[in-house]
């Protein structure tokens, strides 16, 4: 059993920058993805970003160029820097762990950017 936890959301004004850190507890293999998705009100949850054990990165067109996806393998976590942040970021932030026979959802953490 993995068990994922975020930490780092909160509110920002457009334009500013937040990292959302997430660490893993139990056991993780470098094949495993490590991402986060994010869910907006009324909307399905889409992926943000996500990074393999290698270090080969993921990212959704809207943010790409803004955030900046990383992974400490050592210390089982995974790392999001948000920069150039814009209101339709507006979410709530959900770490993942995912490999073809398993996937894990930490308890996601808000992130709300002020206009």
């Known amino acids: 059993q993995v068990q994922l936890v975020e930490s780092g959301g909160g509110l920002v004004q457009a334009g500013g920058s937040l990292r959302l850190a997430c660490t893993a507890s139990?056991?993780?293999?470098?094949?495993?993805?490590m991402g986060w998705y994010r869910q907006a009100p009324g909307k399905q949850r889409e992926l943000v970003a996500d990074?393999?054990?290698?270090?080969?990165?993921n990212y959704a067109g809207s943010v790409k160029g803004r955030f900046t996806i990383s992974r400490d393998n050592a210390k089982k976590a995974v790392s999001l820097q948000m920069n150039s942040l814009e209101p339709e970021d507006t979410a709530v932030y959900y770490c993942?762990?995912?490999?073809?026979?398993?996937?894990?959802w930490g308890q996601g953490t808000q992130v709300t950017v002020s206009s």
């Open positions: 993942n762990l995912r490999s073809p026979w398993r996937s894990y």
């Open positions: 139990g056991k993780i293999f470098s094949r495993d993805y």
């Open positions: 990074i393999t054990g290698t270090g080969s990165t």
